[in-house]
């Protein structure tokens, strides 16, 4: 269990913090209009403040515990990316390599002109595309949730990177070299199943699986006992439920925990399906702000990692100037992207108070974090509530946050 220290002795203001607890029950929790949430909040390498309200699994009654396990969806894409550049750091390849020299069934994709599923006309791209579209969500994939193309209807007609019994990594691979990128690789940052084929290179370039690599990279060195791709029974009575807001303004479930879709998969998506506590993702926030490294354990290199962080868009863009279609897990104003990794590049233009620097992202149901190297912050706040642009928690939690600041 997290140990704490007082707000204070970390510079922070704990009736401010105190605010978090009463915005999440009056304004979410108590009108039912999510299930309950936990709410970390450390500074300078120390958890200062853990709020947890509200049920894990209504119809059941089960109060949320610290020890909850989440589907954390699109927050599994920092730590797939961040696992691709440790096969960087050891030689294994190069940014600007072109994806196919890994899956060479992609040499010839083209990029969609004129059509639709099953008849597609195409063009050449300008150029192949790299491991670094792929890191920026620059390579022209989409995702099949987008519904603004002919492309992402394709996706949704053959579920691709949709998990079905059997379906793997591999079947989704195959699927992607019979379909036409949206644009050349570069043009645009277009939110995507991208870290899904990262998942898959991990698995190419290492010889491992890409459960063991995360394992034996990641989450055993750093202690996170309870991420992974599947429920473990034994762990099946910590796992919340998963609810969706409909039409009708209604939290629903969309998936039980005690009789989850998430058991025996074999498609292991680096790009959302992990499942992890507030704890593990704690450690992974940490090892981030210390600059790689936790308890004098060492997973990627400083320079690596502040390569990572920084903005990649050319020219210092903005997601405003660089990105298309309606969705993403950021905002898009003052916001830049990196290498797994959106940042704040302008927090007037972004309307939030966060610093310059600091970085983040969130997955579907809701969960987010964010690490702030100039003021020593890390963030995280867990629930479960799909989609993940229902209630803008993010903006809310920063206001709140950043005004604890002493």
Known sequence: MLQLVTPESVGLDSGQLARVTEHLGKRYVGPGKIPGSITLVARRGQACFLDIQGQRDVARGTPMTEDSIFRIYSMSKPITSLALMTLHERGLFSLDDPVHRFIPAWRNLGVWTAGSYPLFATAPPKRPMTIRDLLMHTSGLTYDFLRATNIDYAYRKLQVGNPQPGYTLQHMIDQLAQLPLEFSPGERWNYSLATDVLGYLVEVISGQSLPDYLRATIFEPLGMVDTSFNIEP??????????????????????????????????????????????????????????????????????????????????????????????????????????????????????????????????????????????????????????????????????IVYGALR
């Open 234 to 399: 034994d762990k099946a009575v910590r796992f919340a439920s998963c609810y969706e807001r409909n039409l009708k303004k209604e939290m629903v479930l969309n998936d039980d925990g005690q009789d989850s879709r998430f058991t025996n998969r074999s498609f292991f998506s680096g790009g959302g399906g992990l499942l992890s506590t507030v704890g593990d993702y704690y450690r992974f926030c940490q090892m981030l702000l210390a600059g790689g490294t936790v308890d004098g354990v060492r997973i990627i290199g400083s320079r690596t990692l502040d390569f990572m962080t920084r903005n990649h868009l050319p020219g210092g863009a903005d997601m405003v100037e660089f990105a298309t279609g309606g969705f993403s897990e950021s905002e898009y104003a003052g916001v830049g992207f990196g290498l797994g990794f959106a940042m704040k590049v302008d927090p007037v233009r972004n309307g939030y108070p966060g610093s310059t620097g600091s970085y983040f992202w969130g997955g579907l149901a809701s969960t987010l974090f964010w690490v702030d190297p100039v003021e020593e912050l890390v963030v995280i706040f867990m629930t479960q509530l799909m989609p993940s642009r229902t209630f803008n928690f993010r903006g809310q939690l920063e206001n």
